[in-house]
């Protein structure tokens, strides 16, 4: 079946730094989603992408949609304590209620 | 807070037990989804309902049974489970595109 191949796996940060994460399929999707998940929670929508190129902002997150429509990367600037957490990336490959393919999630650790 | 609700939010059941799990929405959407999250795994997704008609069964086991009486509430029924069921149930709804999720039911088979 589908897959998302999301790296890195897991991340010790340094408060302040900044944080790179990515997202790769080997098939074109239409959305890119990315998800923050706090232990004993569900998954909480941070940024939702529907065009290739677009570029989007949610306070000090920025996602992009990659141009080839295979990739979505996930930048967290200047990280503080609570960005601690998993996070997912998303993808659905036809438009409408179609099922998300989910990577597997890169979990964030920040160090004070 | 994201407009979806879960109950119970932890569940301890024996394996001849049957309990069900609840899910309502209050985002006004036509999907509802029911996902399983174990450790270390991708989320899982079990079953679609769109306007109230079940559209995906993701080889879903017998023992779990989803229902759909209406577009804001979704159930799942539990019946003679298995300890490797002990996961996360989450439920998520959308209209159209992002899915919104529940905070999840944490459930143990013993």
């Known amino acids: 079946g589908q897959q998302l191949n999301q790296s890195p796996q897991s991340m010790f940060i340094q408060e302040g730094e900044d944080v790179s994460m990515n997202c790769t399929s080997s098939?074109?999707?239409?959305?890119w989603l990315w998800y923050k998940q706090d232990p004993g929670e569900g998954p909480v929508l941070l940024i939702a992408?529907?065009?290739?190129?677009e570029l989007t902002s949610n306070g000090r997150l920025t996602a992009q949609f990659g141009i080839t429509r295979k990739d979505s990367f996930l930048n967290i600037s200047a990280s503080i304590p609570s960005d601690v957490g998993i996070y997912f990336c998303?993808?659905?490959?036809?438009?409408?209620?179609?099922?998300?393919?989910f990577g597997k999630g890169t979990r964030l650790s920040v160090i004070a | 807070e994201t407009g979806v609700t879960q109950t119970p939010r932890h569940l301890v059941m024996g394996m001849t037990n049957k309990k069900s799990l609840k899910c309502e929405q209050h985002?006004?959407?036509?999907?509802m989804y029911w996902y399983k999250q174990s450790a270390k795994k991708p989320l899982e997704l079990m079953f679609v309902?769109?306007?109230?008609?079940?559209?995906e069964n993701n080889s879903v086991p017998s023992r779990f049974s989803p229902e759909c009486p209406n577009s804001s509430h979704l159930f799942l029924h539990l019946h003679t489970l298995q300890p490797e069921d002990s996961a996360l149930y989450l439920c998520?709804?959308?209209?159209?595109?992002?899915?919104?999720f529940g905070p999840g039911t944490r459930l143990l088979v013993l």
């Open positions: 309902y769109n306007f109230k008609e079940q559209t």
């Open positions: 992408l529907y065009k290739a190129g």
């Open positions: 098939s074109i999707f239409n959305t």
């Open positions: 998303a993808g659905r490959r036809f438009s409408g209620n179609t099922p998300l393919v």
């Open positions: 998520a709804s959308s209209q159209d595109e992002a899915q919104y």
């Open positions: 985002l006004g959407h036509n999907a």
